[in-house]
């Protein structure tokens, strides 16, 4: 089954304990993003990968890093966690076909930094 | 001022009614626009993806892009229960996807 993974899918922490938010996909799509989604702010890019070893910084990096060392991986780091980083966030991968993008997102991983 | 702006609801209906969902944006350089559905406790998935100006039909939902007046709409006919979800609009400059703009998002609830 075509799908995006994401683990853990629920995370209670301590700020300042550094986290990872795990990322995978089977579909060999190279463009793989990063968002967070707020109430009031809906869904906003964190970073994005065209493809290995090829990142950049979408909207909101501040207190991110990523990392593409494989097609199919595409890890968050959130090396100091503050409270203002708890949401919801999820990973997604995009194809593009016949001129269009879709962007298939994973489950979600709802994070709480107290 | 947001990007994209986006009613954010919640918005109930009675089943069979047409939903008309609506976004406006400032950035005149947005060239696709989609609409995603999200369910709870889901991640979005795509509904409709248009390419500037006019109309796409599909099935029961239709979506309409008036760049003039930077405004995109999405029409449910015959909405039923299983419509009841947050509706996202988004938007890019190119076809890429790398700078994807989401709307906040519109929670709509059909109720049998």
């Known amino acids: 089954e075509a799908q995006v993974t994401q683990n853990p899918r629920y995370l209670i922490t301590v700020t300042g304990k550094k986290l990872t938010v795990t990322c995978s996909q089977n579909m060999n799509h190279e463009y793989m993003s990063w968002y967070r989604q707020d109430p009031g702010l809906g869904l906003r890019q964190i970073y994005y990968?065209?493809?290995?070893?090829?990142?950049d910084k979408g909207d909101v990096p501040e207190g991110y890093k990523v990392s593409r060392k494989e097609k199919r991986n595409f890890p968050l780091i959130l090396e100091s966690p503050s409270p203002n980083q708890t949401s919801l966030y999820f990973c997604a991968s995009t194809r593009w076909s016949g001129g269009r993008n879709e962007q298939f997102f994973g489950p979600g991983t709802r994070l709480t930094v107290l | 001022q947001k990007e994209v702006e986006q009613d954010p609801g919640p918005l109930s209906v009675p089943e069979g009614a047409i939903v008309s969902l609506n976004c406006t944006y400032s950035n005149s350089a947005f060239q696709y626009f989609m609409w995603y559905r999200q369910y709870s406790r889901k991640g979005p998935e795509l509904l409709m993806y248009?390419?500037?100006?006019g109309n796409k039909e599909d099935g029961r939902f239709t979506a309409q892009v008036d760049k003039s007046s930077k405004y995109i709409s999405l029409f449910i006919r015959d909405s039923q229960p299983s419509d009841s979800a947050t509706y996202l609009c988004?938007?890019?400059?190119?076809?890429?996807?790398?700078?994807?703009?989401f709307g906040e998002g519109t929670q709509l609830t059909v109720n049998p």
């Open positions: 248009t390419y500037s100006s």
């Open positions: 988004a938007m890019s400059e190119e076809t890429s996807g790398s700078r994807l703009t």
């Open positions: 990968s065209m493809n290995v070893e090829v990142t």
